[in-house]
C-alpha cells in the first residue's frame, strides 16, 4: 500500500468530495425526500469510486504522475530498472575463512540484477531477478512514504528464492530494503538493503542497491 495518501486519506477524500457534490445538488436542485437525497449521494460517491479506481489503478495514473504536478505527491517509477548491488559478503568470507567453489577467497564485486517495479494509486509490488539467474526475489510488504526531512523513501520486505544454491548459501531468506528518491530525477534510485542469509551462523548480508531506469526505446 502507498503510504504517501493512505488507503483511509484517499476515502476521507472521496467522502468529502461527495458531500460537497451532493450539497450543490441539493441547493440547486432540492430533492423532495430524504431517499432522493440518499439517492443523489450515492449516486455521487459511485461515480467518484469509479474515477479513482479507474484512474488510479490503470496505465492513465502513471501518465499524470508523468505528466503534471501530481507527481511531485506520487513519484513515478512504474517500469523496468537496471540494477547494480554491492554486497558485504567477500568480507564476511574473508573474516570466517569461506573460500569459493575453487577455494579462492571471494572477490568483491557487483552483481546485476533486473529489477520490474509495478506501482499503482493503492499498491507497489517489486520484483528483482539476477541477471545471472542465480537469485529471485519478490517483495512481501512494500511502501513508499516521507522522511522526516519530507523526502520520498521506498520500503519493502522481500522472500529470495536461490533454485541451486552454493554451500555457503542457503534456498530462501527473507531481507529488507530502503532506497531513497533524491536522485529520481536523474532516473536513479539509491539504498541499502539487508538479509537474514544463513543468520544462524552469523553470515546474514547487507549492502547498497543503484538502480537506473531502463528507458523506453
Same mark, same amino acid.
Request: charged fraction near 15%.
Given at each position: 500500500m502507498i503510504? &504517501?495518501?493512505?488507503?483511509? +486519506?484517499? $476515502?476521507?477524500?472521496?467522502?468529502?468530495?461527495?458531500?460537497?457534490?451532493?450539497? =450543490?445538488?441539493?441547493?440547486?436542485?432540492?430533492?423532495?425526500?430524504?431517499?432522493d437525497f440518499l439517492?443523489?449521494?450515492?449516486?455521487?460517491?459511485?461515480?467518484?469510486?469509479?474515477?479513482? &479506481?479507474?484512474?488510479?489503478? +490503470?496505465? $492513465?495514473?502513471?501518465i499524470l504522475c508523468k505528466k503534471t504536478k501530481l507527481g511531485k =505527491?506520487?513519484?513515478?517509477?512504474?517500469?523496468?530498472?537496471?540494477?547494480?548491488?554491492f554486497s558485504?559478503?567477500?568480507?564476511?568470507?574473508?573474516k570466517c575463512d569461506i573460500k569459493d567453489s575453487n577455494g579462492e577467497p571471494f572477490k568483491e564485486n557487483i552483481t546485476k540484477t533486473t529489477v520490474n517495479i509495478k506501482a499503482s494509486l493503492l499498491s507497489i509490488s517489486i520484483h528483482?531477478?539476477?541477471?545471472?539467474?542465480?537469485?529471485?526475489?519478490?517483495?512481501?510488504?512494500?511502501?513508499?512514504?516521507?522522511?522526516?526531512?519530507?523526502?520520498?523513501?521506498?520500503?519493502?520486505?522481500?522472500?529470495?528464492?536461490?533454485?541451486?544454491?552454493?554451500p555457503s548459501d542457503e534456498q530462501s531468506f527473507l531481507g529488507a530494503g530502503l532506497i531513497r528518491f533524491s536522485d529520481l530525477k536523474n532516473n536513479t534510485l539509491k539504498g541499502e538493503f539487508w538479509t537474514n542469509r544463513k543468520w544462524k551462523e552469523g553470515l546474514n548480508t547487507a549492502g547498497t542497491i543503484t538502480l537506473k531506469r531502463i528507458e523506453d526505446e
Open positions: 503510504k &504517501i495518501l493512505h488507503w483511509k +486519506t484517499i $476515502l476521507y477524500i472521496v467522502v468529502g468530495l461527495t458531500t460537497l457534490v451532493a450539497a =450543490i445538488g441539493w441547493i440547486f436542485n432540492e430533492p423532495d425526500n430524504t431517499l439517492k443523489l449521494f450515492g449516486g455521487v460517491g459511485f461515480v467518484f469510486t469509479i474515477l479513482v &479506481i479507474g484512474i488510479g489503478e +490503470t496505465f $492513465l495514473f502513471r =505527491i506520487f513519484p513515478e517509477i512504474h517500469g523496468d530498472w537496471e540494477a547494480d548491488i558485504n559478503w567477500p568480507t564476511i568470507a574473508e528483482l531477478n539476477s541477471n545471472s539467474g542465480y537469485q529471485d526475489s519478490r517483495t512481501l510488504s512494500s511502501s513508499i512514504k516521507k522522511d522526516t526531512h519530507g523526502n520520498y523513501e521506498l520500503c519493502y520486505i522481500y522472500r529470495a528464492f536461490v533454485n541451486n544454491p552454493k
